[in-house]
C-alpha cells in the first residue's frame, strides 16, 4: 500500500507538469506580478478554510469514536484533493483516497467522512443557489430562464440531503435481487449518515454553520480580487459570481484541473454582471495558482508520509519490542 501511494504521488506530477505547461509559466508569473497584494489573502482565506474543513471532519470523526490529530487531516485532505483536481476521475478518486490515507477503521470513517462531505456539499449547494437567485437583480432581461434548470437541479440536491427518509432504500427494495453490490454499499452509507444526523443533531448543526463559514470565506475571495481590480462591490455581484464559477466547477470535475472551464466560467460570471469579460481571467489564475500550489503541497506531504510510514515499518521490523503501542 505504501509502494502504491508513492507510485501516485510519482505519478501526479505528470498532470501536474502539463497544468503548468498548458495554463504557460510565463503568464503564471505574470499574473502572480499583477496579483501579488490579492493572492496571499487569497491564500490566507484558504488556509483558514482549509483548517475549517478539517475541524468539521475531525469532529465527525470523533463523534463515530475514532480520533485522528487535525495535523494529519490536513495533509490527507491536500493529497486526496490534489489527485482529484489534477486527474479525470475527480472526487471518484479523491473521496476514497481520504478514507484509505486515514488507515482507521474503515465503517465509522466512510460514515465520519461521508457525513462531513454532504454537509460540506450541502452548504456549497444553499451558496450557489443565493448566487443564482441573485442573477435577476443584474442580468438583462430574459437571460435568467436559463438558469432555471440549475437551480431546480441545486434545489432537488437540498432537498435529497435534507429529507430524513433514504432515498436510496426505495431503489434497493424495487431492484431486489438485481440491485448490485455498490447500490446496496451506498444505500447502507446513506442509512447510516441520516441516521447520525438525527442522534447528534448539535453536532450536524455545528458542522452546518462552519460550512457557512466556509463559503463565506470562498465568496471573499471574490470580494479580494474584485477590490484589487478597483471594480465595485456589491452582494449580488460576488454572489452571482462564485454561483456561476462554482457550477461549472462542478461539471468539470473530470477535467484534469478544470483547465479551461475555471476561466470560461470566470470570462461568463464577469460578462454576466456587466463587468469586462478579460478581467474574469484574473480571478480564475489567482484561483488557479492556489490550486496548484495547494496540489504540490498535497502531493509532497503525500511522499514524506510514505516515506515515514516505510521507515516506521522497517524499524517496527527490526525491533517490534521498542516500537509496541505506538499508533501510526
Known amino acids: ?151 431546480l437541479a441545486l434545489a432537488f440536491a437540498v432537498f435529497a440531503i435534507t429529507r430524513r427518509k433514504p432515498i436510496l432504500a426505495g431503489v434497493v427494495r424495487a431492484l431486489g435481487r438485481r440491485a448490485p453490490s455498490w447500490l446496496a454499499r451506498a444505500e447502507q452509507c446513506e442509512t447510516s449518515i441520516r441516521t447520525y444526523r438525527l442522534e447528534q443533531p448539535a453536532l450536524v448543526s455545528r458542522m452546518f454553520w462552519i460550512g457557512v463559514a466556509c463559503q463565506l ?8 480580487v474584485l477590490w484589487s481590480l478597483h471594480l465595485p462591490i456589491h452582494l449580488s455581484a460576488v454572489m452571482t459570481i462564485e454561483a456561476v464559477t462554482r457550477a461549472l466547477k462542478l461539471v468539470s470535475g473530470w477535467v484534469p484541473a478544470r483547465v479551461g472551464f475555471d476561466e470560461g466560467g470566470a470570462v461568463s460570471a464577469f460578462a454576466v454582471v456587466g463587468f469586462s469579460p478579460m478581467l474574469g481571467l484574473d480571478l480564475a489564475l489567482t484561483r488557479r495558482v492556489r490550486d496548484l500550489l495547494w496540489a504540490l503541497m498535497g502531493i509532497l506531504w503525500l511522499v514524506w508520509n510514505t516515506r515515514r510510514l516505510s521507515h516506521r515499518h522497517a524499524i517496527t521490523r527490526r525491533h517490534p519490542s521498542n516500537v509496541s503501542g505506538r499508533g501510526i
Open 1 to 151: 500500500m505504501r509502494k502504491i501511494h508513492l507510485m501516485i504521488a510519482l505519478a501526479a506530477l505528470g498532470p501536474f507538469a502539463w497544468v503548468i505547461a498548458h495554463v504557460g509559466l510565463s503568464t503564471m508569473v505574470a499574473q502572480l506580478k499583477a496579483m501579488r497584494i490579492a493572492l496571499p489573502i487569497v491564500m490566507a482565506l484558504s488556509v483558514l478554510r482549509l483548517f475549517l474543513q478539517s475541524t468539521t471532519w475531525s469532529a465527525s470523526l470523533k463523534g463515530e469514536n475514532v480520533a485522528v490529530n487535525t495535523t494529519k487531516l490536513i495533509g490527507v485532505r491536500l493529497a486526496s484533493q490534489s489527485m482529484g483536481y489534477l486527474t479525470v476521475l475527480g472526487p471518484v478518486i479523491s473521496e476514497p483516497m481520504k478514507i484509505k490515507l486515514l488507515g482507521t477503521s474503515s465503517v465509522p470513517t466512510i460514515t465520519a467522512t461521508c457525513l462531513d462531505t454532504g454537509v460540506y456539499w450541502f452548504t456549497s449547494a444553499l451558496g450557489a443557489i443565493s448566487g443564482i437567485v441573485c442573477l435577476p437583480l443584474i442580468a438583462a432581461h430574459g437571460a435568467t430562464y436559463h438558469w432555471t434548470p440549475v437551480i
Open 217 to 224: 470565506l470562498v465568496a471573499s475571495e471574490v470580494v479580494v
